[in-house]
C-alpha cells in the first residue's frame, strides 16, 4: 500500500508565500521518486493578512482543523506594517511550538562548496554544526508587567521560565543528537557568570546528564565569547544546545558565518509524536524583498526534506539534500548567493536535480 503522508502547508506571510510553491515542487518530484504520496491541506490562516481580516492570527477551531495531520509545513511569519511583530508571533508560530509541546528546534548549519563564505580561507565542509534550541519557555514568555506606565517611576518586568523537564528534555536530545555524529561534542550555550539563578543550575543539570553520555565531550561557553567564536573558529563546534532565546541568536548567527540564512533549515519537534511537529525556514517574511521573486528558497526546501525524514522518508530526505548540494556546486544563484536567479529557477533547479 503506498504511504500517505497529510501535510498541513502553511504559507504564511511575506516570502513565506514566495519560497513554498518550490518546497511543494521538490516534495511532488520526491514523492513520485520515492514512491508516496502526499495529501497536501493549505491553511490560509497564520498570517498577517487574515489577521487584518479576522482580527485574529488563526480560527479558534484551529486546532481541530490540523486534526490527523501528520506535519506542517510553514513559511513565514510577520508583516510588521499592518500587525506588531509580538501579535504575529505570539497568535501563530508559537501557539504551535507550545501547545504541539515542540520542545526541539533543530537548526543545521553547513558550509556547503560553491557558497561564497564570509569568513577567511574556510573550506566546505569544515562548518557543520547542528544548533539545538529550547523552543518552548526560557525567555520566550509574556510573564511580567509594566507599572506607572507613562510615568517616570516606569518599571517593566519580563521574567524568564526554565523548568526542570523542559531543560532536561532538552539536554538529553542534544546528548543524543551529540552519539550520533562522528565528533561526538557539545557545546552548552550559557551565561553563568551575569545570569546568575537561572544559568548556573542549566550547567549544573548539563553536567549531571553528561555523566550519562561519558562518550561525547562537553564543554560550556557564555554566550558572548561563543558568538565570537562562531565567526573566529566555527569549526570547532559540532552540536550546540542553547535555551529559546540564545538558540534563536546563534542560529542566525550560524547560518550568516557559512555564507546565507537563505540556506537555514529548521524542525520544530514533538520528538514523542503526540502532536504533529512542524518544518521551517529560520528566515522570517523579509518585506524588504518580498515581491520580486529573488527569495532564496534553499531553507524552505531543505525544511521539507527535514520534514521528511522526521515522517520515515530517510532516502528522499537524503536525495534533497544531495540536490542542493549539486545546485550549490553548479546552478543558479539568488542575490543572497552573488547571483542574479529567481526564486522559481533555483526551485526547478533543485527538483530537476532530484
Ligand atoms: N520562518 C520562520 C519565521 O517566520 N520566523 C519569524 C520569527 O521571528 N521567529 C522567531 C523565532 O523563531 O523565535
Not at 541568536?249 to 524542525?267: E, F, M, Y
Not at 521539507?304 to 546552478?331: C, P, T, Y
Amino acid at each position: 500500500m503506498t504511504r500517505t503522508h497529510r501535510i498541513a502547508v502553511i504559507p504564511g506571510d511575506g516570502i513565506g508565500q514566495e519560497v513554498m510553491p518550490e518546497a511543494l515542487r521538490t516534495l511532488r518530484s520526491a514523492a513520485q521518486r520515492f514512491g508516496f504520496a502526499l495529501d497536501l491541506r493549505e491553511i490560509p490562516w497564520a498570517s498577517c493578512d487574515w489577521y487584518q481580516a479576522h482580527g485574529e492570527m488563526m480560527p479558534a477551531d484551529w486546532k481541530a482543523q490540523l486534526q490527523g495531520v501528520d506535519a506542517i509545513l510553514f513559511g513565514a511569519v510577520g508583516w510588521p506594517a499592518t500587525v506588531p511583530d509580538h501579535i504575529s508571533l505570539w497568535g501563530s508560530l508559537l501557539k504551535f511550538r507550545r501547545e504541539f509541546d515542540q520542545y526541539i528546534n533543530l537548526r543545521p548549519a553547513r558550509l556547503f562548496e560553491g557558497v561564497p563564505c564570509p569568513l577567511a580561507n574556510r573550506r566546505p565542509g569544515e562548518i557543520d554544526m547542528l544548533i539545538v534550541r529550547e523552543n518552548t519557555e526560557g525567555e520566550y514568555t509574556k510573564l511580567g508587567g509594566i507599572m506607572f506606565e507613562g510615568t517616570e517611576r516606569e518599571i517593566v518586568i519580563q521574567e524568564s521560565v526554565f523548568s526542570r523537564v523542559g531543560s532536561e528534555r532538552v539536554l538529553r536530545y542534544a546528548f543524543e543528537q551529540a552519539m550520533h555524529r562522528p565528533r561526538r561534542h557539545l557545546t552548552v550555550a550559557t551565561k553563568s557568570n551575569g545570569i546568575a539563578i537561572s544559568m548556573p543550575w542549566w550547567d549544573a543539570l548539563a553536567e549531571r546528564i553528561g555523566a550519562e553520555y561519558p562518550q561525547v565531550t562537553v564543554d560550556k561557553q557564555h554566550i558572548d565569547i561563543l558568538s565570537a567564536r562562531f565567526v573566529l573558529q566555527p569549526q570547532r563546534f559540532d552540536v550546540v544546545v542553547a535555551t529559546n532565546l540564545f538558540g534563536d541568536i546563534l542560529s542566525d548567527l550560524g547560518p550568516a558565518c557559512t555564507g546565507t540564512i537563505g540556506l537555514a533549515p529548521s524542525a520544530n519537534l514533538n520528538p514523542e509524536r503526540r502532536f504533529p511537529s512542524l518544518f521551517e525556514p529560520v528566515h522570517g517574511s523579509a518585506p524588504d524583498i518580498f515581491g520580486r521573486n529573488i527569495a532564496n528558497p534553499i531553507a524552505m526546501v531543505w525544511s521539507a526534506a527535514l520534514m521528511l525524514d522526521f515522517l520515515g522518508e530517510r532516502a528522499a530526505h537524503d536525495a534533497i539534500v544531495a540536490a542542493i548540494e549539486a545546485v550549490l556546486r553548479n546552478g543558479p544563484r539568488t542575490p543572497d548567493l552573488g547571483g542574479a536567479a529567481s526564486t522559481t529557477a533555483l526551485g526547478e533547479a533543485i527538483a530537476a536535480a532530484l
